[in-house]
T-cell receptor, first 116, second 112 residues
Framework: GAVVSQHPSWVICKSGTSVKIECRSL??????MFWYRQFPKQSLMLMAT?????????EQGVEKDKFLINHASLTLSTLTVTSAHPEDSSFYIC????????????FGEGSRLTVL | QKEVEQNSGPLSVPEGAIASLNCTYS??????FFWYRQYSGKSPELIMF??SNGDKEDGRFTAQLNKASQYVSLLIRDSQPSDSATYLC???WGAGSYQLTFGKGTKLSVIP
């Protein structure tokens, strides 16, 4: 299957700092990527849809000024958590859509963020 | 509100038995249904997907879809301890949508 890579896999930061997470499709181009957040024992919650060359579409309740998404190329989307707070600590997972296979989604390995 | 419901479990089965995982969804217009496996601390990996009513088999896994009952299930035959994980059901609501809505997952434990 297609490979999606996320970096970093885990990060610890101080409250008030910003953290950038990268999501790359390694062997295919992805015009659409999705960012999810998963709290312990909860399901994946879609945060936003990242569209190459245009603005991201955010789900209701997700602050676009806090969670900055940039999809500057067909293989890279980034999520920046600005002014992070302890309640932002979570498992952030990206997925990319492989159009050639009918739109199947492939997930990155996830990035665990801990805000102290 | 489009919802995907799963029993959180844990579901415990002995090694070699059949594990049956169930999922219901709220929107009759749903198009595609996916089963993902998620090990603790890892991201989900796709097991299989199903679009049409009936059964779809892939190795030890069988997905069953009943659109009239808004019900999709996953059967795991000859369960192995390595199958112990949380299984997430995901639904794609419409043909033009690429977003998936996930259930909370069912935790499966296969007892050696």
């Amino acid at each position: 299957g297609a490979v999606v890579s996320q970096h970093p896999s885990w990060v610890i930061c101080k409250s008030g700092t910003s953290v950038k997470i990268e999501c790359r499709s390694l062997d295919f181009q992805a015009t659409t990527m999705f960012w999810y957040r998963q709290f312990p024992k909860q399901s994946l919650m879609l945060m936003a849809t990242s569209n190459e060359g245009s603005k991201a579409t955010y789900e209701q309740g997700v602050e676009k000024d806090k969670f900055l998404i940039n999809h500057a190329s067909l293989t890279l989307s980034t999520l920046t958590v600005t002014s992070a707070h302890p309640e932002d600590s979570s498992f952030y997972i990206c997925s990319a859509r492989l159009e050639a296979s009918g739109g199947e989604l492939f997930f990155g390995e996830g990035s665990r963020l801990t805000v102290l | 509100q489009k919802e995907v419901e799963q029993n959180s479990g844990p579901l415990s089965v002995p090694e070699g038995a059949i594990a049956s995982l169930n999922c219901t969804y709220s929107d009759r217009g749903s198009q595609s249904f996916f089963w993902y496996r998620q090990y603790s601390g890892k991201s989900p990996e796709l097991i299989m997907f199903i679009y049409s009513n009936g059964d779809k088999e892939d190795g030890r896994f069988t997905a069953q879809l009943n659109k009239a009952s808004q019900y999709v299930s996953l059967l795991i035959r000859d369960s192995q301890p390595s199958d112990s994980a949380t299984y997430l059901c995901a639904v794609k609501w419409g043909a033009g949508s690429y977003q998936l809505t996930f259930g909370k997952g069912t935790k499966l434990s296969v007892i050696p």
